[in-house]
């Protein structure tokens, strides 16, 4: 079975610009979260979307957004990019909306110039 | 709020030699914890998590950790090490602040090198 896929690898985008970042769930999981991880550093939880409702969001800016589709695929939203937002995003899945079992993909570099 | 801080942004060992990296961690409830490895360009992968059962916890490729309350800490270890080894080490704690139960605070993470 195909794991967690993310899609793009890498990214470069410009000050100002907007990006999406994408994410397949495994099949069958129900939960999709997202996570930040600049360089150097932990995982920074952003949201968490179970049965496409919103269940979590952390401290991040409202340039930040994400929705989850009916097939339990997602999108991350970043508007107007900061040099900041350079950064790996990470996507996980889990069955439930616990975070127990999470499974994570390889990410989408985004490199903002 | 729940933390963790992890001891040593970088360990090196030598091949067959124990490996400890060390966790701490803060939480107002009893905590759900957490060790991830990263390999390079990879995602997190899961080694072990302490769910209040045993405080003993043994995960995959040969590692462990103990829960320890009163020390505050969740220091994973593992008897020999191997080349394979080498990747960043991530302690994580479950953030229960009564909303979310999906999401994870982890630590700064703890590179390991294994020397031939």
């Known amino acids: 079975d195909a794991g967690v896929t993310q899609s793009p690898t890498h990214l470069i985008k410009t000050r100002g610009q907007h990006v999406t970042l994408r994410c397949s769930p495994i099949s069958g999981h129900k939960s999709v979260s997202w996570y930040q991880q600049v360089l150097g550093q932990g995982p920074q939880f952003i949201f968490q979307?179970?049965?496409?409702?919103?269940?979590g969001r952390g401290n991040f800016p409202d340039r930040f957004s994400a929705r989850q589709f009916p097939n339990y695929s997602s999108e991350l939203n970043v508007n107007a990019l900061l040099l900041g937002d350079s950064a790996l995003y990470l996507c996980?899945?889990?069955?439930?909306?616990?975070?127990?079992?999470?499974?994570f993909g390889s990410g989408t570099q985004l490199s903002v110039l | 709020a729940q933390s963790v801080t992890q001891l040593g942004s970088h360990v090196s060992v030598s091949e067959g030699a124990l490996v400890l990296l060390r966790c701490n961690y803060s939480s107002s409830v009893p905590p759900y914890l957490f060790w991830y490895v990263q390999y390079p360009n990879q995602g997190l992968q899961l080694l072990l998590k302490?769910?209040?059962?045993?405080?003993l916890v043994k995960g995959i490729n040969g590692f462990e950790a103990e829960f320890k309350k009163s020390e505050t800490s969740f220091h994973l270890t593992k008897p020999s090490a191997h080349m394979s080894d080498a990747a960043e080490y991530f302690c994580a704690v479950s953030d229960w602040n009564g909303g979310s139960q999906g999401n994870l605070i982890f630590g700064k993470g703890t590179k390991l090198s294994v020397k031939p």
């Open positions: 996980a899945s889990s069955p439930g909306d616990s975070h127990e079992k999470l499974f």
């Open positions: 302490y769910t209040s059962a045993a405080t």
């Open positions: 979307y179970y049965e496409k409702e919103e269940r």
